[in-house]
């Protein structure tokens, strides 16, 4: 019997489950949108009903007796307020909702860093301060947390990728003196592990419900985008993933931590390697003001990629750009405009292609090793016009990402605490 280890990725519209031979290869996967149980994506109770369905489906297509461990990614900075028994006191605060309290701002902003992801709005350490003040407050959890606590029935744990905007010192791997400076009550936040390590096994109401054995492991998780990352397979510094979606989004592994907050930069560890990375506000949403997808399809048909246009693009849809340039006021640059609409894609194409060898070699300039190889995702990944461009201006191996799911990248993380713990 070859065992298998499950990954669960819970997002912003549903949950997704996979299950991974100990070669990587996907022993099978299931997906269920949350808003099958209700229109609220924000109630916990559907979050775990998405879960539960995943998990059931995914279960009843493979041999659930040889599963040996579980783990669990969650959407990044999404806090969860839960009593002492893990039940939900509040609905959470999500990854992109922002904690409107200067003066919960202003403290952060005075005791924290400058280079600590626990700043803005949005970060966890917002949310956990604007959170403790609630009645019979026994812990804050990230998502992921919540949800590998009603495996395990352990609501004190968390990992180090998902500590992260909640102010965790992922160098020192402590909870630093400054959150207590901050008014934070440090009881409240929970104890931190490696991404991968063993918390537990699951409870015997789980392993009943799920028809599994009572001694899987339940392992230590990470976030929505740690997880995808590691689904591509990427593993050694140098590796670069470059996500094509509707923001140009770039990620390369580090031997050492980068720490720039004027570029929105800092650093997930990985065990004793780092994944730094930033995100450009160009990309495919620029793209679709100009062209709907269909006629960006013909379009790219037509386009030589071994030429170039001569075009000097920088296209962002709006002034401002954050990463590989910090300039709020950056004006987009989409002109001369060709006559030809092919040629003007071909420019724009160009253009982000530019942008994203501008940013592995900002990583590079901050601390970063050089690029070795890329991986793509999202899907400006499918356009053969584009990926020819991209691989030109770059000038290293690509890639194929051998997964683009977060479940699979959470799933190594399974098959790493199994292996570790003698379970694969």
Do not use: H
């Given at each position: 019997m070859t065992p298998l280890v499950v990954g669960i990725d819970i997002g912003t519209s549903g949950a997704r489950a996979v299950a991974m031979r100990r070669d990587f290869?996907?022993?099978g996967q299931a997906a269920v949108r949350l808003d099958r149980?209700?229109?609220?994506?924000?109630?916990?109770?559907?979050?775990?009903?998405a879960v539960q369905a995943a998990l059931a489906e995914l279960l009843a297509g493979i041999d659930r007796t040889a599963v040996r461990a579980v783990a669990v990614d969650g959407t990044s900075g999404t806090l969860l307020p839960v009593d002492s028994a893990g039940r939900p006191l509040a609905e959470p605060l999500m990854y992109n909702d922002k904690v409107d309290d200067a003066d919960i701002l202003a403290i952060i902003a005075r005791k924290a860093p400058e280079a600590s992801a626990a700043h803005g709005a949005t970060s966890g350490l917002a949310k956990a301060l604007w959170f403790q003040q609630l009645p019979g407050i026994g812990r804050m959890l990230h998502q992921a947390d919540w949800i590998a606590g009603n495996l395990s029935g352990r609501f004190d744990v968390s990992d180090e990728n998902n500590a992260l905007k909640t102010?965790?010192?992922?160098?020192?791997?402590?909870?630093?003196?400054?959150?207590?400076?901050?008014?934070?009550?440090?009881?409240?936040l929970p104890r931190i592990v490696e991404p991968g390590d063993v918390t537990g096994t699951l409870t015997a109401t789980m392993a009943d419900l799920f028809g599994l054995s009572h001694d899987v492991a339940v392992v230590a998780?990470?976030?929505?985008?740690?997880?995808?990352?590691?689904?591509?397979?990427?593993?050694?510094?140098?590796?670069g993933v470059t996500a094509l979606g509707s923001s140009l989004t770039i990620k390369i592994l580090s031997d050492r931590p980068i720490s720039a907050p004027r570029f929105g930069i800092y650093s997930h560890r990985l065990g004793d390697i780092w994944l730094a990375g930033g995100a450009s506000n160009s990309g495919g949403k620029v793209l679709a003001q100009h062209f709907p997808l269909a006629h960006i399809i013909e379009l790219s048909a037509a386009i030589d990629p071994t030429t170039e246009t001569?075009?000097?693009y920088y296209?962002?849809?709006?002034p401002g750009e954050r990463f590989p340039i910090a300039d709020p006021a950056l004006p987009p640059r989409l002109s001369p405009r060709p006559a030809d609409d092919a040629d003007y894609l071909k420019a724009m194409l160009e253009g982000m292609a530019s942008i994203e060898a501008l940013g592995y070699g900002r990583l590079a300039e901050l601390g970063a090793p050089a690029l070795t190889s890329v991986r793509s995702v999202g899907g400006g990944a499918a356009n053969p016009a584009w990926?020819?461009?991209?691989?030109?201006?770059?000038?290293?191996?690509?890639?194929p990402a051998l997964s683009d799911e977060a479940a699979a990248g959470t799933a190594r993380l399974a098959l790493k605490g199994a292996n570790n713990a003698g379970l694969a």
């Open positions: 290869s996907i022993a149980f209700g229109q609220n994506p924000r109630q916990p109770l559907i979050w775990w009903q102010g965790y010192d992922v160098e020192a791997r402590r909870w630093p003196d400054w959150i207590a400076a901050t008014g934070m009550r440090m009881d409240l998780g990470t976030t929505d985008g740690c997880a995808s990352f590691l689904a591509t397979g990427a593993a050694a510094a140098g590796d001569g075009l000097d296209p962002l849809g709006t990926t020819d461009i991209r691989q030109r201006k770059l000038g290293v191996a690509f890639l």
